[in-house]
C-alpha cells in the first residue's frame, strides 16, 4: 500500500512539473525535474523493507549449503559472485560443444530416484516461446519430493518454493518429444522461489543464468547445456543446481552454482520443511 500511495503521489508531481511549469521552464529543465521523480520512486521502491525478494541471499546463507559432501561433487574452485552464486573453476567446464549432432535433451536420475540431471545440445529451434497453457504444459498439482510449500512469508518472496527444473521450458519446450511440463520427476526438484526465478545482474539465481542461454540461442548459437542438482547425503531438496553452458562459438561460458536458499527462510533438507526467517 506504502509503495501504491508513492506512486501515485509522484505520478501527481510529474503531472504538477508539465502542466504548471510547463509554461514557465525549458524542455531540458522538464525533462530534469521528471527524471528526478522517477529516480527518487525507483530507490525508494528497491529499498524497501517489504520488498526484499529482489535481494540476493547472503554470503553466509549461501555457503550455509557448502558442505564437504556438496563442495566434493562440485569438483573446483568456488568464487562467491557478491550477488547470489558461485562461480565454479572460473567458469571453466568440460562440456564438449563441438559436437555434431541434431539438437536433445535427455534426463538422468540418481541412485535414489531424485531428478539428478538435464543434458542438452541445443540451438534456436529448441527456443519455445509460447506460453505453457498454450502447448499443454500448464500449471499441474504433482509435487516434487521435499515440496511442504509456505506461503504468505514476509520480508521477500511470499511462498517458498517453486516446481524447479533442470531443463528450462523455454531452452528445450522446442524438442519434439522431451516432456518440458512441470510433472516430469525426472526434470523437477524443489527449488526456492529466489534459486528458481531471480534473474538481475545484482540477484543471479538460475533464471539469470537460462537468460544468458536463451540469448545466445536467439542470436543462432550453438550450446551444449547441463544442469546437474547437487544433494547432500540423502537430502529429499538439492542444495543447489549447478550450470554449465558453452556454446559452439566460445562466446558463451557459464560455470556457477546457485545454492538453493532464500532470503526470508530456512530450510530442512532433508525433509523440506521450512522456517520463516525474521530478517
Known amino acids: 500500500m506504502r509503495f501504491k500511495k508513492k ?23 522538464i525533462r530534469a525535474a521528471i527524471g528526478n521523480q522517477v529516480s ?8 524497501n523493507s517489504s520488498h526484499h525478494s529482489l535481494l ?14 556438496v563442495r566434493r561433487q562440485l569438483k573446483g574452485t568456488l568464487t562467491w559472485n557478491g550477488y547470489g552464486a558461485f562461480i565454479v573453476n572460473d567458469n571453466r567446464t568440460n562440456l564438449n560443444a563441438n559436437i555434431a549432432s541434431a539438437p536433445y535433451a535427455v534426463n538422468h536420475v540418481d541412485a535414489q530416484g531424485r531428478a539428478w ?18 502447448t499443454g504444459n500448464g500449471a499441474t498439482n504433482w509435487r516434487p519430493v521435499g515440496f511442504l510449500q509456505a506461503h504468505n512469508l514476509s520480508g521477500g518472496y511470499s511462498h517458498a518454493y517453486d516446481r524447479g527444473h533442470l531443463l ?8 519434439r ?37 536463451r540469448k545466445a540461442l536467439d ?40 545454492p538453493n536458499v532464500q532470503r526470508n527462510i530456512s530450510i530442512n533438507y532433508a525433509t523440506g520443511a521450512v522456517t520463516q526467517l525474521n530478517n
Request: no cysteine; net charge positive.
Open 168 to 175: 528450462g521450458y523455454a531452452l528445450v519446450g522446442g524438442i
Open 117 to 134: 540431471q538435464g543434458d542438452a545440445w541445443l540451438n534456436r529451434t529448441t527456443r519455445q516461446y509460447q506460453n505453457r497453457e498454450k
Open 56 to 69: 540476493p541471499p547472503t554470503k553466509q546463507q549461501a555457503e550455509s549449503v557448502l558442505t564437504p559432501d
Open 177 to 213: 518429444g522431451f516432456d518440458a511440463s512441470e510433472a516430469n520427476p525426472s526434470n523437477i526438484a524443489t527449488q526456492t522461489a529466489w534459486a528458481n526465478e531471480a534473474r538481475s545482474k545484482t540477484s543471479t539465481g538460475q533464471n539469470y543464468y537460462e537468460g544468458l542461454v
Open 219 to 258: 542470436q543462432n548459437k550453438q550450446v551444449r547445456y547441463r544442469v546437474t542438482d547437487i544433494y547432500n547425503g540423502n537430502d529429499l531438496v538439492p542444495a543447489g543446481a549447478h550450470i554449465e553452458a558453452k556454446s559452439r562459438d566460445g562466446s558463451l561460458r557459464i560455470n556457477s552454482f546457485i
Open 7 to 29: 506512486l501515485i503521489n509522484s505520478i501527481l508531481a510529474l503531472l504538477a512539473i508539465l502542466v504548471i511549469g510547463g509554461a514557465t521552464q525549458k524542455p531540458e529543465q
Open 40 to 47: 527518487m520512486l525507483i530507490h525508494w521502491r528497491g529499498h
